[in-house]
């Protein structure tokens, strides 16, 4: 069972996370705080499922320790470790899940609600302009492969 | 009694800060018209009495070829050159070339005849098509969808202008002499374009990395056809205007045919070249002004559309059975004066339901390939009918009569594809409301769009209802009442507002108050409060609790009611209200209603400590937007008292200021100080970094911090450049800026600008930061103004400072480093 709990990280060892995150990777360290503050921390123990593939997706994840695994049609697609994200495209539309997400080891995540993102942007319009040149080079790369 | 600027934004809906820009552009454009009308003449006189008008076919399908030559020459110069040194070289080209004609005439060799023929062609179009280019740099898209028919008036007159100048000068002093007002028109603009390119930004005159491949490359012309195959709408467009263009060349052949055998004198044929010019634009302009939009309303786009070939086909009827002076005149002046006017409306508004994001590529191709292709063709056909069929002009005209038949029936088809084409395009929402501000909607459209006020789909009818409002209100009033009943709240709630924008007195009605929904009734209630304000101390409690409604939708409007009857008690709470992003618009609006009288207490609540940050920092944008001296004196006195983010707040209003209210004054030695201050902060944060990267203590947080004072480095650069931007031009000084980080060729030559630009004082200040931030090559080895003794001092002074963010990780290592004592970290001081 997925759990929210009281913050144990500071603003800036969240932020040491997010910077690694290639959604956030224009973001200046500054914008990094401002997410940082709407990302809670939530712990998964081993096993458990994070989402399941189909679940209306509502948030992204990024993990600050342990290792998740994202199946697609029970097939292992990929492992995500220390400091990577997953889930990530919730923050832009809230299709269903495309993978299933599962612990493989205790798990210290940080989530970032979708909805708590959008009235982010709303105050700090600042943080739009990294956003998109995020998305749009990974768009590109997609296309590209 | 209103204030004469209120007059001219009311009247002409041009801004006072537009004012000088306008009667530049119109002016400007008077002088290349009158230039152009008059060298025309002197052109058309010339080559019928020394050529002849059978040659006349041939020049068309010159004039075809040479524009197509020219177009590709022209777009890559303008990308090599940029444009300003284009314009400057076009109009000192065409001086030059006038002067030469005016000389050679003298030698009455043939070719120049026939040069002077495709020359005038190529003037007309460049200038026109250069000064629309300058225009777009000069106006931004909204300022260009306001002013931009004020300009071409400029043009019509320039057309009255120069016809009136041929008809007096020619017969007077000889059509040669007004070869020498054409150029001297000419060098009139030279002067004025130094003052309109003060106004443009400076990258519109250099060269543009992005643009420089072609503007119609192949490709572009092949995607253009594909879509033009695609949709009917367009297909019959490009046909209309073919057979448009077609028909031209017969008019100016016709005309010019006449012409030539009702004169027997040069200068007389010159001078009536110049009398139909005149007429032609005389008749333009008041057609325009007093027919083109009550027709358009009345009878809608089909009559406008129509109204052009049904006029030619009746003036060839007459030119056919009596092909004499006065019938050439007349088809020539129904051609020149509906096709400036109503036409070029009606034209205008076919283009309507094709989607914003073609429609610009789409009106280039029509204007370059339609034309080039539809004169060509013009030619080949009157050729054939001239000079192997060897018609006479009764016949011509005949078969002009059919063409124009054809053109009729195709306009029928056009204006039915039209409203399929609008139908589709409100269901797909692809027309854009501010498309709709500078068209004068014909009758078919606007029932089109009243019809979708019916519609089940509540986006629809939002949707139907945004564009409707930019049309008067009178028109679709009785409407829009019976929505009130409509199941969606959403399109209640707007419903209510726009009456309320009307000043409609049926809000006031049982129904909208008393309304079995209890938001809309709120809602309505708010609106009626703007009607029957009485200020009682009831009313202002009641707007007060509806201003604070937990429904965005209530409050929004109560808002707007503090707003329009001006409740003075209501100002904090509008203030408080400004960090609320679903009210922040309306706050900020209803807050500018109060003019002066709000800025103390915005200047108050901005420089008090007590009041949370996220109301303080929203308070610069709303001063800025009073566009008021003493707003604009209060920012600038706040200035480096009030923390980083609200410093760069201030900035951001004052730079808004001075870019949309030029007269407004900026004390320079405060800008000056503050750049000095910027300056000092710049050198003191560059310190501490390449402290930091020499005592690197190899941890993440540590490399946070350094990674954080880059960014600042940056964001200080960029406030400096603020800063100067409020001192000198500020297109100019972005635009090096801009340069400086994007374009890293072109960072020389805006820091050798820069150079030239700034005072001694401040070069030194601006431009070593600038070498020092994007080539720090150059400042490398340079002594540190500020040298630190250790990793804690600079922690220190970080969690002393002003900077939030830089605190917060300064705070964080410092916790960091004291829980790891004793162990020593690279740098600190330890002793």
Known sequence: MTRSEPGTLSPVDKVLCLQHVDVFKYATTEMLAYISSIASEVRVTRNEVVFREGDVSYAMYVVVKGRVRLDKEDREVMTVGDCQSFGTWALFDNQPRLMTATAVEDLHLLKIRSEDFYDLLADHDEITPAMFKAVIERVKSLVTD | ?831
């Not at chain 2, 009398?275 to 089909?302: A, D, E, H, N, P």
């Not at chain 2, 400036?340 to 390939?369: C, W």
């Not at chain 2, 200021?657 to 030029?662: G, T």
């Not at chain 2, 004592?821 to 330890?830: Q, S």
């Open chain 2, 1 to 831: 009694m209103s204030s004469p600027r209120s007059f001219i934004e009311r009247i002409f809906d041009v801004r006072q800060r537009e004012v000088e820009r306008v009667v530049l552009a119109s002016t400007y454009l008077l002088l290349i018209i009158t230039s152009y009308t008059t060298v025309k003449a002197v052109r058309d006189s010339l080559f019928v009495t020394n050529i002849g008008p059978s040659q006349l076919p041939y020049m068309y399908l010159l004039i075809a070829v040479a524009m197509g030559l020219v177009s590709y020459v022209y777009s890559r110069l303008v990308n090599r050159i940029g444009l300003y040194r284009l314009i400057r070289a076009t109009s000192l080209f065409a001086i030059s070339h006038l002067v030469v004609f005016w000389f050679v005439f003298k030698s009455e060799s043939s070719i120049w005849f026939y040069a002077l023929y495709v020359w005038v062609s190529l003037f007309g179009s460049i200038t026109a098509s250069q000064f629309w280019l300058l225009s777009s740099h000069v106006f931004n898209p909204r300022e260009a969808r306001r002013v931009f028919a004020w300009i071409g008036v400029g043009g019509i007159l320039g057309g009255i202008l120069g016809g009136g100048l041929t008809s007096i000068v020619a017969r007077w002093f000889g059509t040669e002499s007004l070869i020498l007002i054409a150029a001297i028109t000419m060098a009139l603009t030279l002067a004025l374009l130094e003052r309109i390119k003060s106004f443009a930004p400076a990258e519109a005159g250099i060269p543009h990395e992005e643009a420089r491949k072609p503007a119609e490359s192949e490709g572009g012309t092949v995607r253009m056809l594909r879509e033009v195959r695609r949709s009917r709408h367009l297909f019959l467009m490009v046909i209309l205007l073919t057979v448009g263009v077609i028909v031209e060349a017969f008019v100016d052949y016709e005309y010019k045919f006449v012409a030539k055998h009702s004169f027997t004198s040069k200068d007389h044929l010159t001078a009536f070249f110049g009398t139909v010019s005149f007429y032609i634009g005389l008749f333009s302009l008041l057609f325009q002004m007093l027919l083109t939009s009550r027709i358009l309303k009345r009878f809608g786009v089909g009559w406008a559309i129509v109204l052009l070939p049904s006029g030619l086909l009746a003036a060839s009827v007459t030119l056919a059975l009596k092909p004499v002076l006065w019938a050439a005149a007349l088809l020539q002046l129904i051609d020149g004066g509906f096709s400036y006017s109503i036409h070029r409306a009606g034209t205008e508004l076919l283009y309507l339901p094709i989607p914003p994001q073609t429609r610009n590529a789409v009106k280039g191709f029509i204007d370059m390939f339609v034309d080039r292709f539809g004169r060509a063709l013009g030619g080949v056909i009157l050729l054939l009918l001239t000079a192997v069929l060897a018609l006479s002009v009764s016949s011509l005209s005949m078969v002009a009569c059919g063409l124009l038949i054809a053109w009729i029936a195709v306009t029928v088809a056009v204006k039915r594809e039209y409203l399929h084409s609008f139908r589709r395009a409100l269901e797909k929402k692809a027309i854009e409301p501010e498309a709709l501000q500078v068209r004068v909607l014909d009758n078919a459209t606007f029932k089109t769009l009243v019809t979708a006020l019916s519609s089940n789909d509540e986006r629809q009818i939002l949707y139907a209802m945004d564009l409707l409002s930019n049309t008067p209100p009178d028109r679709w009033r009785q409407h829009i009442q019976m929505l009130i009943q409509h199941p969606s709240s959403a399109v209640r709630a707007r419903t209510i507002a726009l009456l309320t924008e009307w000043n409609d007195a049926s809000i006031t009605k049982e129904e909208f108050i008393h309304h079995p929904d209890y938001q809309t009734a709120r809602i309505a209630t708010a609106s009626v409060l703007s009607l029957r304000w009485n200020g009682s101390l009831r009313a202002c409690e009641l707007l007060t609790e509806l201003m604070n409604d937990p429904s965005p939708e209530v409050s929004r409007q109560a808002i707007r009611t503090a707003g329009i009857v001006e409740m003075e008690d209501a100002i904090p709470l509008l203030i408080q209200k400004l960090p609320d992003k679903r009210l922040r618009p309306e706050a900020r609006e209803a807050l500018l209603k109060f003019g002066d009288r709000v800025i103390p207490e915005l200047v108050r609540r901005l420089s008090a400590h007590d009041e949370p940050v996220s109301v303080r920092i929203r308070i610069p944008k709303a001063l800025a937007f009073t566009g008021r001296q003493h707003a604009a004196d209060a920012l600038l006195g706040s200035l480096h008292r009030f923390d980083y983010h609200l410093d760069f707040a201030l900035m951001k209003a004052l730079n808004r200021m001075r870019q949309n209210w030029p007269a407004i004054a900026i004390n320079e030695d405060r800008v000056s100080g503050a750049i000095n201050k910027e300056h000092e902060d710049y050198a003191r944060l560059r310190s501490m970094l390449v402290w930091l990267q020499l005592n690197a203590a190899g941890d993440r947080a540590s490399s946070l911090l350094t990674r954080a004072l880059r960014e600042r480095l940056d964001q200080r650069l960029e406030r400096v450049f603020r800063l100067v931007a409020l001192i000198y031009p500020p297109h100019d000084i972005y635009s090096v800026y801009y340069n400086c980080k994007v374009k890293p060729a072109l960072r020389a030559s805006a820091v050798e600008f820069l150079d030239n630009l700034l005072t001694a004082d401040l070069q030194s200040t601006v431009v070593p930061l600038l070498e020092d931030s994007f080539d720090p090559e150059t400042t490398a080895g340079r002594p540190e103004p500020i040298q630190f003794i250790s990793t804690d001092a600079v922690l220190e002074i970080l969690i002393a400072g002003s900077d939030p963010w830089l605190k917060e990780i300064a705070m964080h290592l410092a916790g960091r480093y004291a829980a790891h004592e004793p162990a020593p970290m690279p740098g600190r001081n330890v002793g």
